[in-house]
């Protein structure tokens, strides 16, 4: 304990040397008449890393021309090594499916807004399994007023800390303006088949100065709403309700630009959201709405809404030894839901038409860094930074098992204040770009992160590029990527029950399944190697990752103690554990031709193993491979038009069982045994055009899913367990000035 407190002042300290060093610096050279100026600069080591193989960028224009619904995780699915996945292996919960790059799964996705990292879906309670009733956190900036997406995979992301294992989608919005300018946008989807839930949106953007060249404001607005799949969509293959949930969203920012001089800046923002479901009777267990008359009754209202309010503080610098940048980031999340079920065939099913609760997660962040360029030996940028985080998270709802009903007298082994749960992450990090010779360039860094619970880490990365000639380039990486627990998983007041079930096929009785605060940290070694090839027009690149798993956190098998209730009656208590290893490995591929007015872009991704070493059960729902191809024509300065099509491999489902009713030892016995099945290959193709009329107003239809490939969730979720929408007709209409 000792130990962690002085690593914690120590974090605080370099944090705080970090964000005055550049004030310092300033009076420093004040007096100084001739400061003296590196001849070779070479860019800072994220900006190096952010030209890997494992770096993909979407820009406004591509946005554009391929419109999103609403969620930008319809356009981040089609950069190499990504898809969209539940978040966990069962199938429950498939139709909310987020972003997993590599085969990691969502929880190893971060998600950031210029630079900021959004945590909101932490919020959302963690089911046995895995699962959780969470669209992600993609969607919490509308589209409009995005200027571009990153998407960095494997050693490229592990510098961001927890959560980036397998890659961080940065999503970078507009910047403010010293001229007036503005936009509004409409936008319709409508599907063909009317049991599909049709969407509308409409976006304001409004920027300029308040003072000219000294403060500036920036304000978005956006309005969507997604209807629900019709509760019966899936009743021709007689399969229980499983279509998607609707969604209403309502988003507001403000940002206020102060230049207070030629050498720095200081951003204020502000930005609230509403994000509201419309139930279409899904379940975790995927109960028959129809059966039951409190989600039949239900079905179309909101039954959970997410309220995100954050704020966050940025100054920057430049000098001339270098930069600076301080970040303070403040997020209220509010997650209110009517009551759901804690325990075995009832859990995450909605048991109430009434009552509901509001967890509440405040996450408060600072983060500075400062990058140094300098000459010695070769010529470097050096990277210095500091972070801390702290949440603190209170859940009434979620922890309630043992202090009522059957299993009432459970409270022995909880703490008496359960709903509250908090972590800390203390962490300091430091990068070098070396740029050894022409043709090399190198970059070396390292993360030191401390949790208040499971301890610290040490995450060390190398990436290196090598040129081969004038069109040839080899490009590497190698890193220890780094993931705390979850709040609910170190929560040993969050408790979980099933009466036999749902138990390992070893254990016939009731089983408990409790928080653990001693579980060590997720890692894993992500390498990747890969050559690029660029000349005049054409730009292709092959790429090998592996990530080897470690210490991945999961239900565990092992009784560790018992409990008994008031009743006398004897649980058998479970705890989460870390497993052993795991392993995930494949290739991604590109390759583009520019001709001007005509561009091709094509990647593909193939998942060679991703695996739970200690059952075989993959780690995500994921195809055995993706290939993604853009065609994009600009018939005149005005007009274009736009053609995407994306296959899909073979999908195969989990084989191994994880309790006694999959081992077919449950009450079901060999009916309800896991059927190992795999959805088939198919493909899904788009149309669309644009037409600019002036310089202010721009219109764009479209067809998605050109040939009605419409894939409907089966009643075995093991196989096909989200539901891909139908061919559908779009139009956007947008003016600006």
Known sequence: MTKRII????????????????????????????????????????????????????????????????????????????????????????????????????????????????????????????????????????????????????????????????????????????????????????????????????????????????????????????????????????????????????????????????????????????????????????????????????????????????????????????????????????????????????????????????????????????????????????????????????????????????????????????SSMSSRIASIYAEDNFKLTDTTDLVLGVRFDDHDKSGSNWSPSLNITQKLGDYFTVKGGVAKAYKAPNLYQNAEGYLLTTNGNGCPATIASRCLLQGNADLNPETSINKELGIQFAKDNVNASLTWFRNDYKDKIAAGNEITASATTNAGQIWNVLRWENIPEALIQGLEGSIGLDLGNIRWTNNFTYMMDSKDKSTGNPLSLVPNYTINSIFDYDLTDQWDVNFVYTQYGRQKSRSYAENRIEAGVGSGGAADAIQATSVKSYGIAGINTGYKFNSQISARVGISNLFDEQKLRDSNSNSQTYNEPGRAYYASLKYQF
């Open 7 to 418: 690593r914690s002042v120590l974090s605080l300290s370099i944090l705080s040397v970090i964000t005055s060093v550049s004030y310092a610096a300033e009076e420093a050279t004040a007096g100084m008449a001739d400061p003296v100026k590196l001849e070779t600069i070479v860019m800072t080591a994220e900006e190096q890393i952010k030209q890997s193989l494992g770096s993909s960028v979407i820009t406004k224009e591509d946005l554009a021309k391929t419109p999103v619904k609403n969620d930008i995780s319809e356009i981040v699915r089609r950069m190499p090594g990504v898809n969209l996945t539940g978040n966990s292996a069962t199938g429950q919960r498939g139709n909310n499916r987020q972003i997993d790059i590599r085969g990691m799964g969502p929880e190893n996705t971060l998600i950031l807004v210029d630079g900021k990292p959004i945590t909101s879906r932490n919020s959302v309670r963690y089911g046995w399994r895995g699962e959780r009733d969470t669209r992600g956190d993609s969607n919490w900036v509308p589209a409009d007023a995005i200027e571009s997406i990153e998407v960095l995979r494997g050693p490229a992301a592990v510098r961001y800390g927890s959560g980036a294992a397998g890659g961080v989608v940065n999503i970078i919005t507009k910047k403010v303006t010293n001229e007036t300018h503005g936009s509004v946008e409409l936008y319709t989807n409508q599907p063909e088949d009317s049991k599909e839930g049709e969407s509308n949106r409409v976006s304001v953007n409004l920027s300029g100065p308040i003072i000219k060249d000294k403060l500036s404001y920036r304000l978005y607005g956006n309005f969507n709403k997604t209807q629900p799949d019709a509760i019966d969509i899936n009743k021709s293959i007689n399969s229980t309700a499983a279509g998607r949930e609707g969604v209403k969203d309502e988003d507001v920012a403000a940002r206020l630009a102060w230049q207070l001089s030629d050498a720095q800046t200081l951003t204020l923002d502000a930005a609230s959201s509403r994000q509201g479901n419309l139930y279409s009777g899904d379940s975790q267990l995927n109960a028959d709405a129809q059966a039951n008359a409190i989600l039949s009754a239900l079905y179309g209202s909101e039954t959970n809404t997410m309220y995100r309010d954050s704020y966050a503080l940025t100054h920057e610098g430049e000098w001339d030894w270098g930069k600076n940048k301080l970040i303070v980031q403040y997020d209220k999340t509010k997650n209110k839901r009517l009551l759901e079920g804690l325990g075995g065939s009832t859990e995450g099913r909605i048991n109430t038409e009434t009552d509901k609760s509001t967890s509440t997660l405040d996450t408060f962040r600072v983060n500075g860094e400062v990058n140094i360029p300098f000459d010695f030996y070769v010529p470097q940028n050096l990277t210095l930074g500091a972070e801390w985080v702290e949440d603190e998270f209170k859940d009434d709802a979620n922890t309630t098992v043992g202090s009522s009903g059957s299993t009432a007298g459970l409270d022995a082994i909880a703490p008496t204040d359960r």
